[in-house]
T-cell receptor, first 110, second 113 residues
Framework: QKEVEQDPGPLSVPEGAIVSLNCTYS??????FMWYRQYSRKGPELLMY????GNKEDGRFTAQVDKSSKYISLFIRDSQPSDSATYLC??????????FGQGTRLTINP | DAGVTQSPTHLIKTRGQQVTLRCSPK?????VSWYQQALGQGPQFIFQ???????QRGNFPDRFSGHQFPNYSSELNVNALLLGDSALYLC????????????FGPGTRLTVL
């Protein structure tokens, strides 16, 4: 079993839809949770960074962490074609290595 | 403020050869981590350097080695290349000895023929 599980998709939604991306994990020691966006053939770009449980909002993006269920989510409101990319969840403990999910390929159709 | 930079952008090698990839961290960052990303997969941790020493290592053979210089830049070396080493190699930098968020460079795409 992988430490971090993420549905690879692909996921295709119409422009303006609300998108929900999710990851589950098995290591209860993870404390820091991140979402990265990766465009084709580029490096991952940090979108959201959350410590422990709770919600964090930044513009159209909301990250949620539920440590009791070992489940994290990223919501994108009013999705735009420019949001089309691969979304990677990642997590770690302190200064330790990042452990990534497989990534979900998302396409927003105009 | 320049972000994380990596060179070269692309590289083509043949099996058995050796390769060196380079990374300059974001200004103010002191920790460099290297990741390997195969096509369609999430990045896998190779190793992390802090204060010019390897501090953590992932599940990679010792054909993979690295170095960090006094200016915090870093190199990744891979010896005896295999076809399976073909991947995007990502460098990430962070501050506070690695306790801060990791920011990624654009990557080096390595193709082994």
């Amino acid at each position: 079993q992988k430490e971090v599980e993420q549905d690879p998709g692909p996921l295709s939604v119409p422009e303006g839809a609300i998108v929900s991306l999710n990851c589950t994990y098995s290591n209860s020691a993870f404390q820091y949770f991140m979402w990265y966006r990766q465009y084709s053939r580029k490096g991952p770009e940090l979108l959201m960074y959350t410590y422990s449980s709770g919600n964090k909002e930044d513009g159209r993006f909301t990250a949620q962490v539920d440590k009791s269920s070992k489940y994290i989510s990223l919501f994108i409101r009013d999705s735009q074609p420019s949001d089309s990319a691969t979304y990677l969840c990642a997590m770690n403990q302190g200064a330790q290595k990042l452990v990534f999910g497989q990534g979900t390929r998302l396409t927003i159709n105009p | 403020d320049a972000g994380v930079t990596q060179s070269p952008t692309h590289l083509i090698k043949t099996r058995g050869q050796q390769v060196t990839l380079r990374c300059s961290p974001k200004s103010g960052h002191d920790t460099v981590s290297w990741y390997q990303q195969a096509l369609g997969q999430g990045p896998q941790f190779i190793f992390q350097y802090y204060e010019e020493e390897e501090r953590q290592r992932g599940n990679f053979p010792d054909r993979f080695s690295g170095h960090q210089f006094p200016n915090y830049s870093s190199e990744l070396n891979v010896n005896a290349l295999l076809l399976g080493d073909s991947a995007l190699y990502l460098c990430a930098s962070s501050s506070l000895g690695g306790f801060d968020t990791q920011y990624f460079g654009p990557g080096t795409r390595l193709t082994v023929l």
